[in-house]
Structures are given as C-alpha cells and as structure tokens.
C-alpha cells in the first residue's frame, strides 16, 4: 500500500507542476490508480499483444508473406514502446473469394457479397475474428471511402484499415491500435480546457483542440492556427488527424491511460501472449507471500 500511495502521489506531483491552476488534477485515468502489488503486471513489464492479420485481396495478385507483416509489427511496437506494449505476429491469411468455412452465410447474402467492403467491418469482424488476438483486417480498397481505418470502439479486439494506409510506414494503423487500447482523439469534443479524465480525450495532458484535418500540409506545417499549445500536441500526436507522416508520439499520459486501461480490462488481458507468463508469476509470489 505505501509503495501504491508514494507512485500515486509522484503522478499528481508530475502532472501539477507544470499545469496551469486551472487545470483538474484528479488523474485517476491518467495512472495507474490501484496497488501495484495486486495488479496482473508492474509498470516495468512489457505487453506481448498476440496478433493476426486477414488481408482481402479483392483482386490483388501479391500476398502477405511474414516476414513483410512481422517488419511492419516491428515498427509498430517501436511507437508503442514508451508505453512498454509490442505486438507478435501469430497468425495471418491472404483472402481472395469468400471462404465457405470462415463465413456461414444465406445464398442470397453470398451472391451480393461480390467483394469485401472496409464500410463492412462490423460484420467481418462479428463473423471472422479469431480469440485471444487482435484481428486486423486489411482491405485492399484503393478507392475513396468514409474512412481509411477504423477500430472495434475504444479498448476492442479488431480494426479494419485500407492496405494504401497498411502498406506505408504503419501510423495509421498504430492510431487504430491506441483505440483498441483505450485511447480516444485528442480532438475529441470537450467544452473544457481538456486537462481532465471526465470528458474529451480523458487524459490531463492533451489540451481540448479541433480535429487537424485540413490544417496541417505535408511538410507538417500549420496552414491555419487555432490554439497554439494543442496544435503543437496534436500535429505530432499518433492520436490527432495530423497527416499521418507528421505522427510520431504519445503523450506520457496517453501511455499511462493505456496500461490503466488494460489493467481494467480483462478482455484487452485475454488477448495477451504473454498473459500466461504474468499469471505464473503472480501465482508463484502468491505462494512466498504465505511462507
């Protein structure tokens, strides 16, 4: 309990000391508000998240290999490693027509299913994922849709994201992993100054700001300023709707929301390769605890 009571108060200490009087500094979801000695992991463990990766072809004659998809995860943990979380490819599946075993569905609804649509993720989803993984399905789309990726909702076990944002140098599909993750846009309405837990994104460090969509050009430059201290975190945040080769960083209490939000959830704990590992060792200082 000490060691839980001196962690939290060094967080509140963090975070007030370089925040306006203004600012909330209740952090409760801004870290890790619980005894670390009852928690599933420490915050010196380092997340495994067991993934696997369905490519819809739809028409494209070169596939996934692993090694390709296992580079591409490679990056992604590089962004996620503040944050102590890397991602192991486990499995993965190149998909052209509609596999008969994969998908029970009525004649009728096979014969309008001609190819597969990202705007159709929810159902994909329902149908295909695979457990104790996150599921990324990739769709090779090339054509203009709604969105160029999407995730399950804030803290789930699948996303969807178009293979011409797949394909690049992954940012993208890193901001839809913080979704799974709990992490909302740091744009997200907030009739606040956004250093709260209550409302807007739900972390103390992202002041409250517009989506940057159409205000940051491509070398990463401001076109119009709206606040100066939020455009500067969100045009470089994994988070915002910078481009996404402007994208590079969570904030500390984005990483920090993360693993709270993960500690909270025992389905993101389910999808853990690593899970078991943690578990043992919890079991075993179990047992030395009684001796």
């Known amino acids: 309990m000490k060691v839980f009571i001196l962690s939290l108060l060094l967080l509140l200490a963090q975070c007030s000391s370089n925040t306006p009087t203004q600012r909330v500094i209740d952090n409760a ?9 009852e928690a599933l992991f420490t915050d010196s463990d380092t997340l495994i998240f067991g993934v696997n990766v ?6 494209d004659s070169s596939e996934y290999d692993r090694d390709f998809l296992e580079d591409k995860l490679e990056f992604v943990s590089s962004l996620f490693r503040p944050a102590l979380i890397s991602f192991k490819l486990l499995s993965y599946s190149n998909i052209e027509g509609v596999p008969s075993d994969r ?7 096979r014969d309008k299913l001609v190819k597969y649509d990202i705007n159709n993720y929810q159902f994909f989803g329902m ?7 996150i599921n990324i399905y990739v769709y090779n789309q090339p054509e203009r849709t709604a969105f160029a990726g999407v995730a399950g909702g804030i803290g789930s076990d699948y996303l969807a994201i178009r293979k011409d944002y797949f394909d690049p ?3 993208t599909l890193v901001h839809e992993l913080g979704h799974c993750l709990g992490l909302y846009h740091t744009h997200q309405a907030d009739e606040t100054d956004g250093y709260n837990i209550y409302t807007g994104d739900k972390v103390c460090d992202t002041p409250a ?4 969509s159409g205000r940051v050009d491509r070398e990463c430059n401001m076109i119009k300023t709206y606040d100066a201290l939020s455009d500067s975190i969100q045009k470089v945040n994994l988070m915002s709707y910078s481009y996404p080769f402007c994208r590079d960083s969570f904030t500390e209490n984005q990483v920090l929301r993360m693993r709270w939000f993960i500690e909270q959830s025992k389905d993101l704990q389910s999808l853990l390769y690593n899970r078991h590992d943690l578990i043992n060792r919890k079991l075993e200082e179990g047992i030395l605890n009684l001796q």
């Open 29 to 37: 979801e801004c870290a890790l508000t619980y005894d670390t000695n």
């Open 209 to 212: 700001g517009k989506s940057l």
């Open 169 to 171: 140098p992954a940012r």
């Open 103 to 109: 998908l029970v569905l009525s004649n009728s609804v």
């Open 127 to 133: 149908m295909m994922n695979e457990p104790h993984v």
């Open 54 to 59: 369905i490519y819809f072809m739809n028409g």
